[in-house]
T-cell receptor
Framework: GAVVSQHPSRVICKSGTSVKIECRSLDFQATTMFWYRQFPKQSLMLMAT?????????EQGVEKDKFLINHASLTLSTLTVTSAHPEDSSFYIC????????????FGSGTRLTVV | GESVGLHLPTLSVQEGDNSIINCAYS??????FIWYKQESGKGPQFIID?????DKRQGQRVTVLLNKTVKHLSLQIAATQPGDSAVYFCAENMNSGYSTLTFGKGTMLLVSP
């Protein structure tokens, strides 16, 4: 089946630094990928939709200059958290559309970001 | 029994019991619904889906029921096992899967041996 690989699984960074998270589709091409953020004991909240070769579409309230998304190829989307602060600590999850229907969305394994 | 925590409702059952997890969805225009299982520290895993032209769909040990009149979705898990312990989310979608997913609040299922 379709697999989405997300790295790193865990990262700890200092306040003020930037962190890059990668999301790769391993055996299919993904023109559209999605980035979610999940706080403890809460649901997944969509941050942005990443489109290959064009600008990402951000959800209301998500700072596009802080959460930089690049989708330069059909198999790779990256999310860069710039000038990270402790309140950015969260679980970030990517997903990709694999087509219509039952297995239309495949999720990565998530990245636990801790900003100290 | 079921309890509502600060953010995540919890359903506690014994191994072998049948579990029912409920979800109220928000958009009457949604036409495609998916149940996901999320284990701690992992991404969501697909369990079962249903389209709005159906009211019931069965999989292996799982059944999803859809009531569009009251915008309610349920997931029934038969003979619940300790390995079923996880957080379960419903997600809704429009345009037969082509729009973005909107996730529900989630329910934590705890299965005791």
């Amino acid at each position: 089946g379709a697999v989405v690989s997300q790295h790193p699984s865990r990262v700890i960074c200092k306040s003020g630094t930037s962190v890059k998270i990668e999301c790769r589709s391993l055996d299919f091409q993904a023109t559209t990928m999605f980035w979610y953020r999940q706080f403890p004991k809460q649901s997944l909240m969509l941050m942005a939709t990443s489109n290959e070769g064009s600008k990402a579409t951000y959800e209301q309230g998500v700072e596009k200059d802080k959460f930089l998304i690049n989708h330069a190829s059909l198999t790779l989307s990256t999310l860069t958290v710039t000038s990270a602060h402790p309140e950015d600590s969260s679980f970030y999850i990517c997903s990709a559309r694999t087509g219509q229907g039952a297995y239309g969305y495949t999720f990565g394994s998530g990245t636990r970001l801790t900003v100290v | 029994g079921e309890s509502v925590g600060l953010h995540l409702p919890t359903l506690s059952v014994q191994e072998g019991d049948n579990s029912i997890i409920n979800c109220a969805y928000s958009n009457s225009a949604s036409d495609y619904f998916i149940w996901y299982k999320q284990e701690s520290g992992k991404g969501p895993q697909f369990i079962i889906d249903i389209r709005s032209n159906m009211d019931k769909r069965q999989g292996q040990r799982v059944t999803v029921l859809l009531n569009k009149t009251v915008k309610h979705l349920s997931l029934q898990i038969a003979a619940t096992q300790p390995g079923d312990s996880a957080v379960y989310f419903c997600a809704e979608n429009m345009n037969s899967g082509y729009s973005t997913l909107t996730f529900g609040k989630g329910t934590m299922l705890l299965v005791s041996p």
